[in-house]
């Protein structure tokens, strides 16, 4: 049967490709590398917030809209994620900063390297969170 | 062109660096403000920790005040350098016609140089007092 593509499209569909994401089976690295790129992306987003704040600290009107943004339910979420997105970021670029040197490429070092950004990041922002509300809730 | 050899401008022979030497600058800044950018969030964490729960006028005044401020500044300008060469690098990988991607390059310039600005602008009112 011939083939009624044209050249350029034949050309195009027969390349080989490299092997792609969804060959690979998932590893910690790998989703590790992955979930710094979001968090860099969530943040990005994130500095409207700091930007509404650091002006809404201006006036006592401005304020306290932003203030009833941050304490309802879904304010609270959304800084809850912007936190965790900031410390896994933060540790994640630590964890990056160790690679650029050459050092903790080793099979057991790089596992225990994500595994101690993801476990720090949770832990950290838990503290942070568990700080924040008792200082709310002191001053009150 | 005298010599046909050289696909290189008059203007890049002229100036002799070779590859012009800003092939790694990106990389670099990344580098340079990833590094800068721990310590400023470590500080700025504390400060917001410390401004919860207190009100408008104490927050402003904690806000405005010299040290506050200035770091504020510094943590605003090294992670919008920051985000602004990491999104470059999203859309340079993932976005592959080119007027779209360039669109897009436009539009993280604008948003940064924007955000950033509206940032610097809320403490320097609070500093101030404009």
């Known amino acids: 049967m011939a083939d009624t593509r044209s050249l350029p499209e034949r050309a195009a569909a027969e390349r080989p490709l490299s092997p792609h994401l969804q060959i690979y089976?998932?590893?910690?690295?790998?989703?590790?590398?992955?979930?710094?790129?979001?968090?860099?992306?969530?943040?990005?987003?994130?500095?409207?917030?700091?930007?509404?704040?650091?002006?809404?600290?201006?006036?006592?009107?401005?304020?306290?809209?932003?203030?009833?943004?941050?304490g309802s339910w879904i304010g609270r979420l959304i800084l809850f994620g912007y936190t965790w997105a900031l410390i896994h970021h933060m540790l994640g670029g630590i964890r990056h900063l160790i690679w650029d040197t050459g050092r903790g490429f080793g099979p057991s070092e790089r596992e225990w390297l994500v595994a101690a950004n993801l476990i720090g990041s949770i832990a950290i922002t838990l503290v942070l969170w568990?700080?924040?509300?008792?200082?709310?809730?002191g001053s009150r | 062109m005298s010599n046909p050899k050289h696909i290189r401008t008059p203007l890049a022979r002229v100036l002799g660096r070779g590859a012009a030497r800003s092939g790694t600058k990106h990389f670099w800044h990344q580098r340079l403000t990833a590094i800068a950018n721990i310590p400023l969030t470590i500080v700025v964490v504390v400060i917001l920790i410390t401004l919860l729960g207190r009100?408008?006028?104490?927050?402003?005044?904690?806000?405005?005040?010299?040290?506050?401020?200035?770091?504020?500044?510094?943590?605003?300008?090294?992670?919008?350098t920051h985000m602004k060469i990491g999104m470059q690098v999203i859309i340079e990988d993932y976005v592959h016609d080119e007027s779209a991607k360039l669109?897009?390059?436009?539009?993280?310039?604008?948003?940064t140089i924007a955000v950033g600005l509206a940032c610097v602008y809320g403490i320097l009112k609070l500093t101030f007092g404009l």
């Open chain 1, 25 to 70: 089976r998932p590893m910690l690295t790998m989703m590790m590398s992955i979930v710094h790129r979001i968090t860099g992306f969530g943040l990005y987003f994130g500095t409207l917030l700091l930007a509404w704040w650091l002006n809404a600290a201006v006036n006592p009107n401005a304020y306290a809209k932003f203030e009833w943004f941050a």
């Open chain 2, 103 to 111: 669109s897009l390059l436009i539009a993280n310039t604008f948003f």
């Open chain 2, 55 to 80: 009100n408008q006028a104490a927050a402003a005044q904690i806000l405005g005040s010299p040290a506050v401020a200035i770091i504020m500044v510094l943590f605003i300008v090294s992670t919008i």
């Open chain 1, 130 to 137: 568990i700080v924040g509300l008792l200082a709310m809730g």
